[in-house]
């Protein structure tokens, strides 16, 4: 199983903070790609990476900048955070194959 | 209307009953993938389909995408089988994932 880690698991924040989540993998993966999960929409992808010094945005990349300084760690970055982007964040790593998408535990971030 | 539309939003069952979940697209899909979002919040892959049906112990998949449709099956519910379900699609020309937005599964004693 690949190893997906998240940190931090909880943050809280306030408006205009500066928040930063991180996520590091071990199993060499290619791509990485970073999700928000809300009630109502499932998961949606806000960036993600093809390999070190590459992001690319998904489908909600507004207020959210990505960087990947290495082939492990993935960091997403909230510069000014607002209280809508309180949710739930997922990073995932794959090598690309169909069905090959391994998730982080997740990292709750609540904007007050 | 959503191009994947999943169902129920929320399902309880008693232990050993059997139980389906649908996904509904609006448009043709490639394939899809189920994940079980487990009580860590983790989501673990449970299928990947890029046509038929995969079975796997108690869980059965099917994926129709001429009919534009999925279905994950579960038999003999238990206990640990509780948790959030996705189903998660691709159209073609695209590897990027749609999700469902989810369903939330009780199973009771």
């Known amino acids: 199983e690949a190893a997906v880690t998240q940190s931090p698991r909880n943050k809280v924040a306030v408006t205009g903070g500066k928040v930063t989540l991180s996520c590091n993998q071990t199993?060499?993966?290619?791509?990485m790609y970073w999700y928000r999960q809300d009630t109502g929409h499932g998961l949606r992808l806000i960036h993600y990476?093809?390999?070190?010094?590459?992001?690319e945005k998904g489908d909600i990349p507004d207020g959210y900048k990505a960087s990947r300084p290495s082939q492990e760690n993935f960091s997403l970055i909230l510069e000014l955070a607002t209280p809508s982007q309180t949710s739930v964040y997922f990073c995932?790593?794959?090598?690309?194959?169909?069905?090959?998408?391994?998730f982080g535990e997740g990292s709750k971030l609540t904007v007050l | 209307g959503m191009p994947v539309e999943q169902n129920p939003p929320a399902l309880s069952l008693y232990e050993g009953a059997d139980s389906g979940l649908r996904c509904n697209f609006s448009?043709?899909?490639?394939?899809v993938q189920w994940f079980q979002q487990n009580h860590r919040g983790r989501l673990i892959t449970l299928f990947y389909?890029?046509?038929g049906t995969k079975e796997n112990g108690r869980l059965k998949s099917t994926f129709n995408s001429k009919e534009r449709y999925s279905t994950l099956h579960i038999k003999d519910a238990q206990l640990e089988d509780s948790g959030t379900y996705f189903c998660?699609?691709?159209?073609?020309?695209?590897?990027?994932?749609?999700f469902g937005s989810g369903t939330q599964l009780t199973v009771m004693p």
């Open positions: 990476s093809y390999g070190a010094g590459s992001t």
């Open positions: 389909l890029a046509q």
């Open positions: 448009t043709t899909m490639k394939s």
């Open positions: 995932a790593s794959g090598d690309g194959r169909p069905g090959q998408l391994y």
């Open positions: 998660a699609a691709a159209s073609s020309g695209s590897w990027q994932l749609i």
């Open positions: 199993n060499n993966h290619n791509n």
